[in-house]
T-cell receptor, first 112, second 119 residues
């Protein structure tokens, strides 16, 4: 049974560019949440998707947007990249918005 | 607002020692969940345990045990007879359960405790 998968593993971008990160949830999971983890910090909640809608959002600017597809996979888009966007981006899936979240290996984004 | 505090930034122990990782939380909700996750150097967060606010029973799973005390808003994690493979960053997290939305909200994490177990 495959766990949560994310792609790509690593990504290097320059300031002002746009990036798309992808996540496939565990089999049987329909809810996807995204987190940003800066170096030496705990993960910070970006948003959660359920039934193809953004259900809850953390304190992140509109430059961060997402999407959930009918197969429950999800994308995180970040526009106009800033140096401060450099972080590990973690995707988590759960059987429902109320259930335990299981995390993928993350995508490490470096903005130069 | 919810908050999780892990005051211990880094702990170093010798293999076979017992170690306790502290977690203190703040929330205004009466219904909430508490979690512990392990993050090894590979970066993936590994789920260890989830407890709801109505269940204060301590739990033991092999060498791991958890002590939940609502009176002190603490949810501490003890590793008995630590091993080198336990070396990782451990995160405590809180999820509120807002009645008005009917859904569990985001996970709020502490800053983590880095555990180093040496031979």
């Amino acid at each position: 049974d495959a766990g949560v998968t994310q792609s790509p593993t690593h990504l290097i971008k320059t300031r002002g560019q746009q990036v798309t990160l992808r996540c496939s949830p565990k089999s049987g999971h329909d809810t996807v949440s995204w987190y940003q983890q800066a170096l030496g910090q705990g993960p910070q909640f970006i948003f959660q998707y359920y039934e193809e809608e953004e259900r809850q959002r953390g304190n992140f600017p509109d430059r961060f947007s997402g999407h959930q597809f009918p197969n429950y996979s999800s994308e995180l888009n970040v526009n106009a990249l800033l140096l401060g966007d450099s972080a590990l981006y973690l995707c988590a899936s759960s059987e429902s918005p109320t259930d335990t979240q299981y995390f993928g290996p993350g995508t490490r984004l470096t903005v130069l | 607002a919810q908050k999780v505090t892990q005051a211990q930034t880094e702990i170093s122990v010798v293999e076979k020692e017992d170690v306790t990782l502290d977690c203190v939380y703040e929330t205004r909700d009466t219904t909430y969940y508490l979690f512990w996750y392990k993050q090894p150097p590979s970066g993936e967060l590994v789920f260890l345990i989830r407890r709801n606010s109505f269940d204060e029973q301590n739990e033991i799973s092999g060498r791991y045990s958890w002590n939940f005390q609502k009176s002190t808003s603490s949810f501490n994690f003890t590793i008995t007879a630590s091993q080198v493979v336990d070396s990782a960053v451990y995160f405590c997290a809180l999820s509120e359960f807002p009645v008005h939305t009917g859904t569990a909200s985001k996970l709020t994490f502490g800053t983590g405790t880095r555990l180093q177990v040496t031979l």
